[in-house]
């Protein structure tokens, strides 16, 4: 089975910190993603990379960053904690493919409290 | 511009009757579309998924109808049972390739009351 872990599933932060979120998966996937998941907004997506040290903006990177500097590990950085970034944060990842079955496998999530 | 729309923010079914949930789209691109399930506090995870090419897909008590001339997709679940009660999630796939995007919708929640 595919396995998608994230660092932390709580975490509290104070506005104005620096903060990484971590993931990794076990399966060798090409493409990995951060979303975030808030009530009555659905999962919009901040960044995806689909290599090493490839990453494209998704539809909401202000006030994020990511690194992918290995396969498995795809990181996501919140340069300086804002409360509005208090939120469900989401890892997927996805293999490469030339068809159209673009599955992707989510962790668990870390829900992130900026106060 | 959203592109994937499911419209009812929530629905609550009773136990054992069928639980119908919608989706609409508005990319004539989009050729595979998938239906994710999600509980508190835990990732969403595949339910099941259609290709353009056909109508319709069954997996149990599960079923998902696609009318490409509509753009419009639904999930069926009968008999609908309690542990069935999460937000849904429908996506959509616009082709192959490098970067495998996914669309989300907002999420439908479901509540089936025993």
């Known amino acids: 089975d595919v396995k998608v872990t994230q660092s932390s599933r709580y975490l509290v932060k104070r506005t104005g910190e620096k903060v990484f979120l971590e993931c990794v998966q076990d399966m060798d996937h090409e493409n990995m993603f951060w979303y975030r998941q808030d009530p009555g907004l659905g999962l919009r997506l901040i960044y995806f990379?689909?290599?090493?040290?490839?990453?494209e903006k998704g539809d909401i990177p202000e006030g994020y960053s990511v690194s992918r500097e290995k396969k498995e590990r795809f990181s996501l950085i919140l340069e300086s904690a804002s409360t509005n970034q208090t939120s469900m944060y989401l890892c997927?990842?996805?293999?490469?493919?030339?068809?159209?079955?673009?599955?992707?496998?989510f962790g668990p999530g870390t829900r992130l409290t900026v106060l | 511009d959203q592109q994937v729309k499911q419209n009812s923010p929530s629905l609550s079914v009773q136990e054992g009757r069928i639980s119908i949930l919608n989706c609409d789209y508005t990319n004539s691109m989009f050729d595979y579309f998938l239906w994710y399930k999600k509980y508190p506090a835990e990732g969403p995870t595949f339910l099941i998924s259609i290709s353009s090419i056909k109508d319709k897909n069954e997996d149990g008590r599960f079923t998902v109808f696609l009318n490409k001339s509509a753009k419009h997709l639904s999930l069926h679940i009968v008999p609908s049972q309690p542990g069935d009660s999460a937000v849904y999630f429908c996506a959509a796939s616009a082709g192959g390739g490098s970067q495998g995007n996914l669309i989300f919708g907002k999420g439908t929640k479901l509540s089936v009351k025993p």
């Open positions: 990379s689909y290599d090493v040290k490839m990453k």
């Open positions: 997927a990842s996805s293999l490469r493919t030339s068809w159209s079955y673009n599955e992707q496998f």
